[in-house]
C-alpha cells in the first residue's frame, strides 16, 4: 500500500519528467530558430557583400563619367575660345551690317505697300473662287446675311453653339481613340 509519502514522491517524479520533457521541446525549437537566424543572417551578410561591390563599381563608374565630362568641358573651352577667334577674323574681313533700325526705312514701307495692294487686286475674288476670308463673312461681303445656314455661323445662335459643339466632340472622342494628335 502507498502511503502519503510514496504518492508525493511519484507526483515529483511524474513533475520532474513532464518539466525535463518541456526543457527538451524549448531547448529544440530554440536550436531550430537559432540555425534558421544563422542562415537569414548569412544571407544577408552576402546580399550586403554584393550590394557594396554594386555600389564600388558605380562609384567608379561615375568617376570615369565625371573625368570624360571634364574633358569634353576642356574641349568645348577650346571650341568657345576658336569660335571667338574666328568671330573677331569674320568681323575684320566682312562689311558692316546695317542697323537694326534701318530695316524700317522707307523703302521696306514702300515694298510693304506694293505688297499689300498687289495682294488685295490679285484676291478680289472672281464669282466662284475661293477666297479666304474673315470668319463671319459671306461671299457678298456682309456679316451674317440672310442666306441659308447664316444661323449656324452665328456666334450666339443655338444652331451655332449645336454645331460647333459637335465638332468640339468628335475632336475630343478622337483623342481617347489613339488617333494622333
Avoid: C
Avoid at 38 to 52: P, T
Avoid at 78 to 89: F, K, R, S, W
Wanted: proline content about 4%.
Amino acid at each position: 500500500m502507498l502511503t502519503a509519502v510514496w504518492v508525493a514522491v511519484v507526483a515529483a517524479a511524474a513533475a520532474f519528467v513532464a518539466g525535463a520533457g518541456v526543457a527538451i521541446y524549448v531547448m529544440l525549437k530554440a536550436a531550430r530558430l537559432m540555425s534558421e537566424t544563422s542562415a537569414a543572417v548569412a544571407g544577408l551578410r552576402e546580399r550586403g557583400d554584393l550590394l557594396i561591390e554594386r555600389a564600388n563599381a558605380t562609384i567608379d563608374q561615375a568617376g570615369e563619367q565625371i573625368a570624360r565630362t571634364g574633358t569634353v568641358t576642356a574641349s568645348m573651352e577650346g571650341v568657345t575660345a576658336a569660335m571667338a577667334e574666328l568671330g573677331g577674323q569674320f568681323s575684320a574681313v566682312a562689311p558692316a551690317l546695317p542697323a537694326a533700325g534701318a530695316t524700317g526705312g522707307p523703302l521696306a514701307w514702300a515694298g510693304a505697300l506694293v505688297y499689300g495692294v498687289r495682294w488685295a487686286v490679285g484676291n478680289r475674288g472672281a464669282p466662284g473662287r475661293d477666297v479666304p476670308r474673315p470668319r463671319g463673312h459671306t461671299a457678298r461681303g456682309g456679316r451674317w446675311a440672310d442666306r441659308p445656314g447664316a444661323a449656324a455661323d452665328r456666334p450666339g445662335s443655338a444652331a451655332g453653339r449645336a454645331g460647333r459643339d459637335a465638332g468640339r466632340r468628335a475632336a475630343l472622342a478622337s483623342r481617347g481613340n489613339g488617333a494622333a494628335r
